[in-house]
């Protein structure tokens, strides 16, 4: 079946640094991608609406230059976390639509701290 | 991978009718959640269900969750048409999540 893989899995890293998440579609193209974020014990929030070959759509109270989102081709969405603080240490996950059905792919997830 | 695994893949009923979901899952958990999604949009959350809790109730939701079978349920009570979208559940592990590859509910007016 359809998998989305996402890289890395777990990063650390230091306040003020930046940090690239990456979001695959192995087997399929995915025009449309989701990027959420998971505090501890609480429930996924979704952060953007990341589409292939224009700006993503933001959701209320995201910083669009904190949460930068490329989708850069039709099986790559990446997020990079600007200016890293100890309050962005989360647990981010993607997904993906394939387009063909109403199926929906999610990612492993990356396991973002920061210290 | 997905943890959870819903059952069925895909549901159509007649409007007023319930709709029954059922997600099984293979590991312990913190807790698990229902989340629904409308055709080409993100995720929205639905309910959450402690792993020590055993239904829990939301308007015209119902969630079940039997931690010795390692499954839960989401029924939905007097379906509307507007209640058509792809429903998932998602386990909390921890320190991370795992979704199932959802149903689809098609709810005919």
């Known amino acids: 079946g359809a998998v989305v893989s996402q890289h890395p899995s777990r990063v650390i890293c230091k306040s003020g640094t930046s940090v690239k998440i990456e979001c695959r579609s192995l087997?399929?193209?995915?025009?449309?991608m989701f990027w959420y974020r998971q505090f501890p014990k609480k429930s996924l929030m979704l952060m953007a609406t990341s589409n292939e070959g224009s700006k993503a759509t933001y959701e209320q109270g995201v910083e669009k230059d904190k949460f930068l989102i490329n989708h850069a081709s039709l099986t790559l969405s990446t997020l990079t976390v600007t200016s890293a603080h100890p309050e962005d240490s989360s647990f981010y996950i993607c997904?993906?639509?394939?387009?063909?059905?109403?199926?929906?792919?999610f990612g492993p997830g990356t396991r973002l701290t920061v210290t | 991978s997905q943890q959870g695994e819903e059952d069925p893949q895909a549901l159509s009923i007649q409007e007023g009718e319930n709709a029954t979901m059922n997600c099984s899952y293979k590991?312990?958990?913190?807790?698990l959640q229902w989340y629904r999604q409308n055709s080409g949009r993100g995720l929205v959350h639905l309910i959450l269900i402690r792993s020590n809790e055993r239904e829990k109730h939301s308007g015209r939701l119902r969630v079940t969750l039997d931690t010795s079978k390692k499954s839960s349920s989401l029924l939905i009570t007097a379906s509307r048409a507007a209640d058509t979208a792809s429903y998932f559940c998602?386990?909390?592990?921890?320190?991370?999540?795992?979704f199932g590859a959802g149903t689809r509910l098609t709810v005919k007016p």
């Open positions: 087997d399929f193209q995915a025009t449309t």
């Open positions: 997904s993906a639509p394939t387009g063909t059905s109403y199926e929906q792919y």
């Open positions: 590991t312990s958990i913190n807790n």
């Open positions: 998602a386990t909390d592990q921890g320190f991370d999540m795992r």
